[in-house]
């Protein structure tokens, strides 16, 4: 009798296992299809038209590069004024400076010296 407890007992621990391991792969498995739909089949292929923004004032903080320097470039390209903070405001600078050099824009760029790291800075750019 024991023996026979015993061999339940493990079928039981065992379909137990199998049904929560079941229920973790269909919720992955619906998951990942719901994240194809949102990333990839339903993503909009291209920005909407964005209106002028002159006359405007934007300030950006790690504009230097990566996400920041692709969004100081589409708000001097609309006609902002963009004011910038970065850890190193001469190579930046220049850096826009050689960029909007070859076409005309609507905007500018001012580069000060930001490091988030230090609040004596963050007074002074705040300044």
């Known amino acids: 009798m024991g023996q026979a407890n015993k061999t339940r007992e493990i079928l039981r621990m065992i379909k137990w296992f199998l049904h929560n391991l079941w229920f973790k792969i269909c919720l ?8 194809i739909k949102e990333q990839i089949l339903s993503r909009p292929r291209s920005l909407p038209p964005y209106s002028s923004q002159r006359g405007k004032t934007i300030l950006i903080t790690g504009g230097g590069r990566g996400i920041g320097e692709e969004a100081v470039k589409k708000f001097v390209r609309l006609g902002a004024r963009v004011i910038m903070g970065c850890r190193s405001p001469d190579i930046v600078k220049k850096k826009f400076d050689d960029i909007f050099k070859d076409y005309s824009v609507g905007g500018s760029v ?8 230090k609040l004596s800075s963050v007074r002074t750019f705040a300044q």
């Open 28 to 35: 992955n498995v619906i998951g990942g299809m719901y994240v």
């Open 110 to 117: 001012e580069v000060y010296h930001l490091d988030l790291m």
